[in-house]
């Protein structure tokens, strides 16, 4: 006598539910937002911080922690994307391990760029099978992409994020102030995200940008105009992010400038950040959908007169129309087996792509030169 097979279903639904919250001066004792969830006194907090947020902050926030009798054990992470290394992550998984906190009550909190909540949030995610975590982006990027989100991970073998997880935040603090410290450079770093969003989903942001993006970047967001583009560019994100938060569906607005950008990233880590090779992701894939007849020539004009009156310095050396084309190849096993690539239908408009050939590329590659040649012309 045989048993029949024996089947057992499992079903369970998990609410995810956290805030992101602008906190203005977050070190001020009077400020709580930090002590989420567990004010008692006595209670422990281990902070990953960035050195160079610890060279500016450290002494507040030691001073913040030891206020409400906050045992803090401070972890400093050297900043850059070459820091995003299974190193660093078990160096601050054995600190961690090191320094015992309460699995639910007592958050990692991350204080940082995006390397660095990537990472730490990656480690929170995984160690004891998952404890809290809470971040602070301190960059731009991390301001209005990379820390808002559930995402999380390092570069592997490689390969960028390769190892990571979703694991939703506590809370995400937004401190404005932050952002005046940044150099030029990082600053525009991000504004290449806000960029992304206003072209595929949100023309009135586009609208904001040509307005009030350049004197927003001189004053590093802190008049009001700046604030207003900030929280309708993170409103827009989380807009896209809220319905998809595990990327089920492949098919993801927010992965516009993300295609070509990998390859480039990958191979000039160096020289470039991640929003300069999105940026350069953004206008081949305008051009491309110039092309097609998805975005008129008035429309990519647009375009081209904004991210030239923002100042960014791109450098067209870097682009080569193999490597293009290999990371669109790596970004079809990433999406499944389909291109996916999103291209703008007009300013504020998307539609995907799943048939893009490599002489589009070639041919968006050599339009990009010819646009860069005109733009040193006129300042010439």
């Known amino acids: 006598m045989t048993s029949g097979t024996s089947r057992w279903r499992v079903t369970y639904q998990r609410t995810i539910a956290y805030e992101v919250i602008n906190a203005h001066n977050l070190f001020d004792p009077c400020q709580t937002a930090l002590l989420f969830p567990n004010q008692a006194r006595h209670s422990r907090r281990f902070i990953v911080i960035d ?20 045992t803090a054990k401070i972890f400093t992470f050297p900043s850059g994307e070459e820091n995003k290394t299974l190193e660093h992550y078990l160096a601050i998984a054995r600190a961690l391990d090191s ?13 940082g760029g995006g390397v660095l909540t990537d990472v730490a949030a990656f480690v929170a995610s995984t160690y004891r099978r998952s404890v809290p975590h809470i971040k602070v982006p301190t960059t731009l990027m991390g301001y209005i992409d990379a820390a808002i989100g559930i995402k999380n991970g390092i570069n592997f073998n490689g390969n960028k994020n390769r190892l990571g997880a979703f694991e939703p935040p506590q809370q995400v603090l937004l401190d404005r102030s932050f952002l005046k410290s940044l150099p030029r450079r990082h600053l525009l770093n991000g504004v290449a995200e806000i960029i992304k969003l206003a072209i595929i989903k949100d023309a009135g942001l586009f609208g904001m940008l040509e307005t009030h993006g350049s004197p927003s970047v001189l004053n590093g967001f802190q008049d009001e105009p700046g604030g207003a583009l900030l929280d309708r560019a993170i409103g827009g994100m989380l807009e896209e992010l809220e319905p998809n938060l595990y990327e089920d569906d ?15 990233e990958t191979r000039h880590e160096a020289h470039l950040l991640h929003g300069e090779a999105v940026l350069l992701d953004i206008l081949l894939s305008c051009l491309i959908a110039r092309e097609r007849g998805l975005l008129s020539t008035g429309e990519s004009a647009r375009i081209f007169d904004l991210t030239f009156g923002l100042g960014f310095e791109l450098d067209t050396c870097l682009l080569d129309p193999n490597l293009l084309w290999q990371s669109l190849d790596e970004r079809t096993y990433h999406r499944n087996g389909l291109q996916r690539v999103p291209l703008p239908q007009g300013i504020g408009g998307c539609v995907f792509a799943n048939d893009i050939q490599p002489v589009e590329v070639e041919n968006a590659y050599q339009n990009l030169i010819h646009e860069m040649v005109k733009k040193n012309e006129r300042v010439y």
Request: proline share 4%; hydrophobic share 35%; aromatic share 16%.
């Open 250 to 264: 492949l098919a993801r607005k927010v992965d516009f400038g993300h295609t070509f950008s990998y390859g480039l």
């Open 51 to 70: 050195g160079s947020v610890d060279r500016l902050y450290g002494k507040s926030i030691r001073n913040y922690f030891y206020h409400h009798g906050i």
């Open 99 to 111: 320094f015992p906190i309460h699995r639910r009550d007592e958050p990692v909190i991350a204080i």
